[in-house]
């Protein structure tokens, strides 16, 4: 988990079968804060798991912690278009964009995460964050 404006982001879930262990490591490495060492890993798995969701979405992760916002930007676009319902790369686009200036985008990705999260133990924060940028989802 990394801490963003009070919000925590997490890092993506280990996929299963085959790619399992490279992408626990991968998932370990990013919640104790060691981007580099875990995006060769990512970066592997990319390789071999294209259609997986939580691949780009660890990228971006990486990015986030390395403070490279349109490379994170890049991968997250990438999540999204392989799940578009994808709650923690809503989340993290949402904070990247309010980041940047960009509250319309940062208040459409908090309403997505909104969408699938509701009732989850960060929504109460979501929904704050969003109130800040003028709306009340």
Known sequence: ??????????????????????????????????????????????????????IPYGLAVADFLEAKDEEARKHLAQALELAPDYAEAHLLAGYLEQLGGRAAEALAHY???????????????????????GAAP
């Open 1 to 54: 988990m990394i801490s963003a404006s009070g919000i925590a982001i997490e890092a993506p879930e280990a996929l299963p079968g085959k790619q399992h262990r490279l992408s626990a490591d991968s998932v370990r490495l990013l919640a104790a804060g060691k981007p580099a060492q875990a995006r060769p890993i990512l970066e592997r798995l990319a390789r071999l798991e294209a259609t997986e969701a939580r």
């Open 111 to 133: 309403q997505a995460f909104l969408k699938t999260e509701a009732a989850g133990p960060r929504a109460e924060d979501v929904r704050t964050l969003a109130q800040r940028l």
